[in-house]
T-cell receptor
């Protein structure tokens, strides 16, 4: 049973556009929601994270929107750049568990 | 920021040999380290969780005798793939975190590409 569902599986965006990746979770005990960025041949790197006590968090061009009632959260990449082309994973973890459950990943391609 | 170093980054070896992969936390003490396996275009699959000074906890379906994990210090964990076979070829990634009991991000190494001939 997949506890964190991520969509779309792949995404193609033009340079300067907005990239949006969505995730939905089932377990209401999750209390930490990080997003990771992974380039080919590299390990994932923490991009941005949010806790359920806020509805939005912004860091530069990256924004997480969080909807607790709908159990959904999304990553928005504003002014997408070719250098943003990578695979993005959402994740969720529970207090005390510290082991994240990962989504299946989204392959983002930003065309110049 | 927290840095996790993984070595080697790429290894090719013959079937039947054992391969050791090291994972080091460079600027923090890692009470817990994790080992993942990732197949092409797929998500990370947690193999095992290791806590310093104790035995690793393996996920269901992961052979503990095949994948030996040692977490001898707060900055070093090793994964040994014993008697490796072509089906063990994969991308292995370690991660580490600093604190217990609180949801904190994992910091990932850059992975090890293992190819068994």
């Amino acid at each position: 049973q997949q506890q964190v569902k991520q969509s779309p599986q792949s995404l193609i965006v033009q340079k300067g556009g907005i990239s949006i990746i969505n995730c939905a979770y089932e377990n209401t005990a999750f209390d930490y929601f990080p997003w990771y960025q992974q380039f080919p041949g590299k390990g994932p790197a923490l991009l941005i994270a949010i806790r359920p006590d806020v509805s939005e968090k912004k860091e530069g061009r990256f924004t997480i929107s969080f909807n607790k009632s709908a159990k959904q959260f999304s990553l928005h990449i504003m002014d997408s750049q070719p250098g943003d082309s990578a695979t993005y994973f959402c994740a969720a973890s529970m207090r005390g568990s510290y082991i994240p459950t990962f989504g299946r990943g989204t392959s983002l391609i930003v065309h110049p | 920021g927290a840095v996790v170093s993984q070595h080697p980054s790429w290894v090719i070896c013959k079937s039947g040999t054992s391969v050791k992969i090291e994972c080091r936390s460079l600027d923090f003490q890692a009470t817990t380290m994790f080992w993942y396996r990732q197949f092409p275009k797929q998500s990370l699959m947690l193999m095992a969780t290791s806590n310093e000074g104790s035995k690793a906890t393996y996920e269901q379906g992961v052979e503990k005798d095949k994948f030996l994990i040692n977490h001898a210090s707060l900055t070093l964990s090793t994964l040994t793939v014993t008697s490796a076979h072509p089906e063990d070829s994969s991308f292995y990634i370690c991660s580490a975190r600093e604190e217990r009991g609180v949801s904190q991000p994992q910091h990932f190494g850059d992975g090890t590409r293992l190819s068994i001939l």
